[in-house]
């Protein structure tokens, strides 16, 4: 039962540009969201996370959006640097019960210098 | 600060047998958390731990697999008579107690033969 997707496995984008990573989740009662970017042979590790509250939050180059209505989130980065390769993981989870919180299969994104 | 660690970082035995993941989560964090991640698939919750309470064993795939932790130090995943679908890297993260934030470990790479 995947109630977060990632339907893109794999994104290319040249350095310098914006990169949109899509997640997409199914059960209504997730309220927190996060992304998490994982680089080979290392745990993921926590990039931003936004509430049902809010419809955007910004950090720096990445900025995460949320759609309520369409139970759908995205992260962008601008500008893209090849430093961002990695592989980015959706996560949602319903307060207060963050113990359960369910992730996406991931997007490996590559910048291409 | 030192982060998560677990031990040991790639681990290949023979089906059937049984085998042992260690987790060491960073010091103060009152919540710790077990996942499964397999080939080209998300995330899979197995365990959580939060403090003196009861631990959350909803995401065992069987019983197979237990876990044990010592007070809000380390933890231990036992998968006994491995098979090999239980080949995955096992990743290990802690929280700091009230936060949806979790810091994941290196994993454990386990491959069932």
């Known amino acids: 039962d995947q109630q977060v997707k990632q339907n893109s496995p794999s994104l290319s984008v040249q350095e310098g540009r914006i990169s949109i990573l899509n997640c997409d989740y199914t059960n209504s009662m997730f309220d927190y969201f996060l992304w998490y970017k994982k680089y080979p042979a290392e745990g993921p590790t926590f990039l931003i996370s936004?509430?049902?509250?809010?419809d955007k939050n910004e950090d720096g180059r990445f900025t995460v959006f949320l759609n309520k209505s369409a139970k759908h989130l995205s992260l962008h980065i601008v500008p893209s640097q090849p430093g961002d390769s990695a592989v980015y993981f959706c996560a949602a989870s319903a307060r207060p019960n963050n113990n359960d919180m369910r992730f996406g299969a991931g997007t490996r994104l590559t910048v291409k210098p | 600060g030192a982060g998560v660690s677990q031990s040991p970082s790639n681990k290949v035995t023979e089906k059937g047998k049984d085998v042992e993941l260690r987790c060491d989560p960073i010091s103060g964090h009152t919540a710790l958390y077990w996942y499964r991640q397999r080939l080209g698939q998300g995330l899979e919750f197995l365990i959580y731990f939060q403090g003196n309470s009861a631990p959350d064993k909803s995401g065992l795939p069987s019983d197979r697999f237990s876990a044990e932790r010592t007070g809000e130090s380390v933890s231990t995943l036992t998968i006994q008579r491995t098979q090999q679908e239980d080949s995955a890297v096992y990743l290990c993260?802690?929280?700091?107690?009230?936060?949806?934030?979790?810091?994941f470990g290196p994993g454990t790479r386990l491959t069932v033969t």
């Open positions: 936004i509430s049902s509250i809010k």
């Open positions: 993260a802690s929280s700091p107690a009230g936060t949806g934030e979790q810091y």
